[in-house]
């Protein structure tokens, strides 16, 4: 047995993408485990500016979401999962509002989505975690945000200010 490690992505909708954890050997072979290996899931990133939401899940069902006034979430939600003995993958759902485009530095570095097995692999020595950048694309142009030029990120509490009679530049 191996690391886990993202192995393939497939869209199935606009807020949340299909990931598939793989068991696999040295040279990154898939390898069928013999007993069950819990999976932890996490995820480094940043919060978007409206209706923050991100989660994972093994159903890509979506409730919520700006047409009801809340932030869109999986029906049923998941920090974990087991792939069964006799198995060597697992696939599950990744949802986040949050556009890559809005973090600061490399865009198609974050957020980036970590699995990490729980226990010991069956010759006794630790799992090694596995790691996978995804690239999230903006929605659909849904309204228009106005900020002033020094509250970017926008912050609630910034307002700005103009003396009488002097222009913005």
């Known amino acids: 047995a ?3 490690k993202e192995y393939t992505s497939i869209g ?8 598939e954890v793989e068991l696999q050997d040295r040279w990154n072979n ?8 819990v999976v932890l899931l996490s995820s480094i990133r940043q919060p978007s500016r409206l209706n923050d939401s991100y989660s994972f899940s093994l159903s890509s069902r979506v ?10 979430v999986f029906e049923v939600p998941i920090t974990s999962f087991t792939i069964e003995a006799g ?8 949802l986040d509002t949050n556009a890559s485009e809005n973090y600061t530095g490399a865009t198609s570095t974050y957020p980036i989505l970590i ?8 010759d006794g020595t630790p799992w090694s975690s596995g790691q996978q950048s995804v690239v999230i694309m903006p929605d659909r142009i849904r ?6 030029r020094y509250s970017i990120p926008p912050d609630p509490n910034y307002i ?3 003396t009488a009679g002097v222009t913005s530049h």
């Open 160 to 162: 700005p200010t103009l």
């Open 30 to 37: 898939p390898v069928r485990t013999t007993y069950p290996v």
């Open 12 to 19: 199935p909708g606009p807020n949340s993408l299909e990931f």
């Open 143 to 148: 309204r228009i945000g106005i900020y002033g």
């Open 2 to 4: 191996g690391s886990a």
């Open 115 to 122: 699995a990490t097995p729980l226990g010991r692999k069956g």
């Open 63 to 72: 409730v919520g979401g700006p047409a009801f006034g809340v932030p869109p």
């Open 87 to 94: 198995s060597y993958f697992r696939q599950f759902y990744y």
